[in-house]
């Protein structure tokens, strides 16, 4: 069975401050993908960032970042010079990554960003 | 706008009833997911669609739970005598999937439809 942990339940910072996410996942799968997703007030999920589990190049994309450490199944983000838009739930995901495979997602319980002005 | 579309946006009902829910996916979408989402939690898969067949049913999928799509275009998720239990965010997402290999298409997201159950 496939599990995602983020032990983060709530950070707060001041706009223009790094956010660092934190996310473990436990999966019996060799191949897998992993994600950042999120959702705003008005509860609509936003697809982030995607990595695949045979890439652990690390990467950069405007102000998010990524850290894919598969030794210790960790898939961390980083927002970058946050602002006050940023506010949201953040939610990493897990899906197997088999041929013909539902792709069913598997999420954590989120973390909540409140970036204050 | 060609996004998923889910209506709708929110449902109050008194336990016991029944409701059903639609979701339009994206029009060239092959696949079409259900999640259910409760206060404070990450979303939880209930079940898919490839095109019009049901492929995977969650244990959460009870029996009073029942979703179709009957011509691999919309779906309809319906929840016969409602329980306080019931009451959550639904979510529907669509994907573009093709079956060759390990290729992964994103999973695009509605609204959601809030239940909320008295």
């Known amino acids: 069975a496939q599990k995602v942990t983020q032990a983060q339940t709530e950070i707060s910072v001041v706009e223009k401050e790094d956010v660092t996410l934190d996310c473990v996942y436990e999966t019996r799968d060799t191949t897998y993908y992993l994600f950042w997703y999120k959702q705003p007030p008005s509860g609509e999920l936003v697809f982030l960032i995607r990595r695949n589990s045979f890439d652990e190049q690390n990467e950069i994309s405007g102000r998010y970042s990524w850290n894919f450490q598969k030794s210790t199944s960790s898939f961390n983000f980083t927002i970058t010079a946050s602002q006050v838009v940023d506010s949201a739930v953040y939610f990493c995901?897990?899906?197997?990554?088999?041929?013909?495979?539902?792709?069913?997602?598997?999420f954590g319980g989120g973390t909540r960003v409140l970036v204050k002005p | 706008d060609t996004g998923v579309s889910q209506d709708p946006r929110h449902k109050i009902t008194k336990r016991g009833q029944n409701v059903t829910f639609r979701c339009d996916p994206i029009s060239e979408h092959n696949r079409l997911y259900w999640y259910r989402q409760t206060l404070g939690q990450g979303p939880e898969f209930l079940t898919y669609f490839q095109n019009e067949a049901q492929l995977e049913k969650s244990r959460l999928l009870s029996d009073r739970f029942s979703a179709e799509r009957p011509k691999g275009s919309f779906s309809t998720l319906e929840i016969q005598r409602t329980e306080q239990g019931d009451s959550a965010m639904y979510l529907c997402?669509?994907?573009?999937?093709?079956?060759?290999?390990?290729?992964?298409?994103?999973?695009?997201f509605g609204p959601g439809t809030r239940l909320t159950v008295l």
């Open positions: 997402a669509s994907s573009l999937t093709t079956l060759d290999g390990y290729t992964y298409n994103e999973q695009f």
């Open positions: 995901a897990l899906t197997e990554a088999k041929k013909a495979a539902g792709n069913k997602l598997t």
